[in-house]
């Protein structure tokens, strides 16, 4: 039988006999039944009295014969008790961790018929807790076993009757909130979208109530990695779209999805405008925003072609709907806007290399570079079919010079100055003057060339260097000494 259970790290190196633990039974009443029958056995008792024993070989035979039915009784309760600690995921957990206590309660779980749930967590102070009730204080990560009511837990019936997860708390990856999500999609909303017990009423509320929540708590979980993902209500899935087109009550809870639907959408197509609100970004940062744009905008162009999305689309046009055209004009413009972020980062991802090196050189190697730059800003004006706007392209002239004032203020130091070192930061100052004039030069020139060259409607606004000139005075200004 322990050669069908799953193994985990802890368990690895041996099996249960030869682990080096000693062996228990599963039970109290097994363990005191084992201590008499050792006392009785002839080779502990003197030689003389050995024959004297009552019942003589008879008794012995029989005793020897009790301990020898108990040991398979011994490995099938370890076994059993690998199949909950092979689902123990948590972190720093071994076998090691496992105390004689530990063993105790998850024994009690098994044999407790009454008992519906057990919990395995790590506490800093105390090591490995095995409860059958949920932790007082917060944990990072928890173990839980839930048992069907009343049902007997056994090695063939274990993945029938128990059911089994962990929960982790943590930024990273979502942590608790992805916990949840999954729990509830994958346990709680099928359960509850098949319910055939449930009267009508209740579950047309209780539902409604559950696609609010799980669409808000979808939105969440997928923010954090900066994703927007749809949700799909299993319910809308069970029927075809001419039969639910005649549940009311049904469209209702649809429609409040699909406006969850429409409020995301607005969202997505509202950040855009937010970025470009931004005073102190620089163009790798306009890169890395139109690298998770195009990504973002890409994932919901997909889920938009899902047959889940879909058959709702097409429940609620049988419906008429009138939610259903708002959302469809949003639908449109995000995959319109998929195309555009593609495209922008396509062209913009040729300043991607120049700008890595630029900012890992000093002010004084920076000059050299300038005109390459400004050469591939031109390129992008010239080729982009959506970045070539007067707005959009005044905004990079504006990164790029935001992006040479954080390199000068990061290449000058107050301490080093009152350390003494003043010739060194002399020469740091010129070089950041320097630096910014040929930008401003650089800029001047481009301004020039594309005034002649442009016809008036396409042109960029050049005329706005208040940037540059505020970062020549403030440098020139340092050097004198009266900032």
């Given at each position: 039988?322990?050669?069908?259970?799953?193994?985990?790290?802890?368990?690895?190196g041996?099996?249960?006999?030869?682990?080096?633990?000693?062996?228990?039974?599963?039970?109290?009443?097994?363990?005191?039944?084992?201590?008499?029958?050792?006392?009785?056995?002839?080779?502990?008792?003197?030689?003389?009295?050995?024959?004297?024993?009552?019942?003589?070989?008879?008794?012995?035979?029989?005793?020897?014969?009790?301990?020898?039915?108990?040991?398979?009784?011994?490995?099938?309760?370890?076994?059993?008790?690998?199949?909950?600690?092979?689902?123990?995921?948590?972190?720093?957990?071994?076998?090691?961790?496992?105390?004689?206590?530990?063993?105790?309660?998850?024994?009690?779980?098994?044999?407790?018929?009454?008992?519906?749930?057990?919990?395995?967590?790590?506490d800093?102070?105390?090591?490995?807790r095995?409860?059958?009730g949920?932790?007082?204080?917060?944990?990072?990560?928890?173990a839980?076993?839930?048992?069907?009511?009343?049902?007997?837990?056994?090695?063939?019936?274990?993945?029938?009757?128990?059911?089994?997860?962990?929960?982790?708390?943590?930024?990273?990856?979502?942590?608790?909130?992805?916990?949840?999500?999954r729990?509830?999609?994958?346990?709680?909303?099928?359960?509850v979208?098949?319910?055939?017990?449930?009267?009508?009423?209740?579950?047309?509320?209780?539902?409604?109530?559950?696609?609010?929540?799980?669409?808000?708590?979808?939105?969440?979980?997928?923010?954090?990695?900066?994703?927007t993902?749809?949700?799909?209500?299993?319910?809308?899935?069970?029927?075809?779209?001419?039969?639910?087109?005649?549940?009311?009550?049904?469209?209702?809870?649809?429609?409040?999805?699909?406006?969850?639907?429409?409020?995301?959408?607005?969202?997505?197509?509202?950040?855009?405008?937010?970025?470009?609100?931004?005073?102190?970004?620089?163009?790798?940062?306009?890169?890395?925003?139109?690298?998770?744009?195009?990504?973002?905008?890409?994932?919901?162009?997909l889920?938009?072609?899902?047959?889940?999305?879909?058959?709702?689309?097409?429940?609620?046009?049988?419906?008429?709907?009138?939610?259903l055209?708002?959302?469809?004009?949003?639908?449109?413009?995000i995959?319109?806007?998929?195309?555009?972020?593609?495209?922008?980062?396509?062209?913009?991802?040729?300043?991607?290399?120049?700008?890595?090196?630029?900012?890992?050189?000093?002010?004084?190697?920076?000059?050299?570079?300038?005109?390459?730059?400004?050469?591939?800003i031109?390129?992008?004006?010239?080729?982009?079919?959506?970045?070539?706007?007067?707005?959009?392209?005044?905004?990079?002239?504006?990164?790029?010079?935001?992006?040479?004032?954080?390199?000068?203020?990061?290449?000058?130091?107050?301490?080093?100055?009152?350390?003494?070192?003043?010739?060194?930061?002399?020469?740091?100052?010129?070089?950041?003057?320097?630096?910014?004039?040929?930008?401003?030069?650089?800029?001047?020139?481009?301004?020039?060339?594309?005034?002649?060259?442009?016809?008036?409607?396409?042109?960029?606004?050049?005329?706005?260097?208040?940037?540059?000139?505020?970062?020549?005075?403030?440098?020139?200004?340092?050097?004198?000494?009266?900032?």
């Open positions: 039988m322990a050669d069908d259970v799953p193994q985990s790290p802890m368990l690895q041996g099996s249960a006999g030869s682990s080096g633990r000693p062996k228990r039974s599963g039970s109290t009443k097994s363990r005191r039944a084992r201590e008499p029958k050792a006392a009785l056995q002839p080779e502990d008792l003197p030689g003389d009295q050995q024959d004297k024993q009552p019942g003589g070989d008879a008794d012995v035979g029989s005793s020897v014969g009790i301990l020898t039915e108990e040991e398979p009784e011994d490995l099938y309760t370890i076994n059993l008790r690998r199949l909950f600690i092979c689902r123990v995921a948590l972190s720093d957990v071994t076998w090691d961790s496992w105390s004689e206590d530990n063993e105790l309660a998850l024994d009690r779980f098994i044999e407790g018929a009454s008992i519906p749930l057990m919990v395995v967590y790590l800093p102070m105390t090591g490995l095995v409860e059958n949920m932790p007082s204080q917060a944990v990072d990560q928890l839980y076993f839930i048992r069907s009511s009343g049902a007997p837990i056994m090695p063939e019936t274990f993945e029938t009757v128990v059911h089994c997860g962990t929960l982790r708390c943590g930024s990273g990856g979502g942590g608790a909130t992805e916990g949840l999500l729990l509830l999609n994958g346990v709680h909303a099928p359960l979208a098949l319910s055939t017990v449930l009267p009508k009423n209740i579950k047309n509320i209780y539902s409604a109530n559950m696609h609010r929540f799980l669409s808000g708590l979808t939105d969440s979980r997928f923010k954090i990695a900066g994703n993902v749809l949700y799909i209500p299993m319910e809308a899935l069970q029927r075809s779209p001419e039969e639910a087109s005649k549940d009311k009550e049904l469209i209702q809870r649809l429609e409040i999805v699909l406006i969850h639907w429409t409020r995301q959408f607005n969202d997505v197509l509202g950040a855009q405008h937010l970025v470009e609100m931004g005073d102190s970004a620089g163009p790798l940062e306009e890169i890395t925003f139109w690298r998770s744009r195009c990504a973002d905008l890409t994932g919901i162009s889920q938009l072609q899902k047959p889940g999305v879909r058959h709702i689309q097409s429940i609620l046009r049988l419906s008429k709907s009138s939610y055209q708002p959302f469809s004009k949003l639908a449109q413009e995959q319109d806007g998929s195309q555009q972020a593609e495209s922008n980062l396509r062209f913009l991802s040729l300043l991607k290399q120049p700008c890595e090196e630029l900012v890992q050189l000093q002010p004084g190697q920076v000059a050299p570079k300038l005109q390459h730059i400004a050469d591939l031109r390129i992008i004006w010239d080729n982009s079919p959506h970045y070539n706007t007067r707005d959009r392209l005044t905004a990079l002239f504006h990164k790029m010079s935001n992006e040479m004032i954080r390199l000068c203020c990061r290449s000058l130091s107050l301490d080093r100055m009152f350390q003494g070192h003043v010739a060194s930061s002399k020469q740091n100052l010129r070089d950041c003057i320097e630096c910014c004039v040929a930008w401003k030069d650089i800029y001047l020139q481009a301004a020039r060339i594309h005034h002649r060259s442009v016809v008036p409607r396409r042109r960029v606004n050049f005329s706005d260097i208040s940037t540059a000139d505020e970062a020549e005075e403030m440098l020139t200004e340092f050097m004198k000494g009266k900032v």
